[in-house]
């Protein structure tokens, strides 16, 4: 991306580690014994029938909820006990399953405010967006990147749905994350939307980790080089998608009502 710093991790390394993950909810035991690498410079999916858990990982692996077990490592620090603010400065940052932009303001304007962060500006509600206007060289080559220039000034609340996730995930680049996670990206979305989102993933994990809840096995097919399988909290399957698409037992549990 055109204002990322180009993290220069191996593409071996795991960049956000889990060890030995669970989560109890009182008696019932959400997440069990779940291990898993997101490795610097690949797309890894995080797929599962409803109810197999994949959102209570990513709660966990973001701090949103502490593990009642097991231990988190993003970039080589132990995590397990930090909370999610300093998780998400360290470089570990979460894009939801429903957009989260300011629909009042200008599309440039919500990635001015997502940038002042990284800029080490403390920006007041009650100031003029104008006090941003040394972020413009910087929001307008993030727009760029991520295509969306033509909308520059236009409301993020007249933007189509699609474009709108455009602009979330710019505005989640603007913070320069490390480890990108996804909460299901294609969600509610039409086929040409999809093959723009798909495309700015895949540009976007050049440079840094991706993982992502996807129910769109084609899209996970296509995009991701490692799948993690999780039925009833704990992993059923691992590797790439040929791989687990293979697996009888994931074929059972997941895939037998899908395109495999």
Known sequence: MTNAVQHQQPES??????????????????????????RHAEVHALIGPNGAGKTTVFNLLTKFLQPTAGSIMLMGQDITR??????????????FQISAVFPHLSVLDNVRVALQRNNHLSYQFWQPLSALNRLNEQAE?????????????????????????????????????????????????GQEDIGTIANLIREVAKTRAVLMVEH????VADLCQHVTVLQRGEILAEGDYDTVSRDP????????TEEA
């Open 13 to 38: 390394q795991a960049v956000l580690s889990a060890r030995g993950l669970r989560r109890d909810f009182g008696a019932f035991t959400a997440v069990r014994d779940v291990d898993i690498d997101v």
């Open 82 to 95: 930090t909370p999610p603010d300093k998780v998400a400065r360290m470089g570990l940052v979460r894009s």
């Open 141 to 189: 080559a993030l727009l760029a990147s991520v295509g969306l220039t033509r909308e520059r000034n236009a409301l993020a609340a007249d933007l189509s749905y699609g474009r709108k996730r455009v602009l979330e995930i710019a505005t989640t680049l603007a913070l320069d994350p490390k480890v990108l996670l996804l909460d299901e990206p294609m969600a509610g979305m």
């Open 216 to 219: 769109n096995l084609s899209v």
């Open 249 to 256: 037992r994931v074929r059972t549990a997941y895939m037998g």
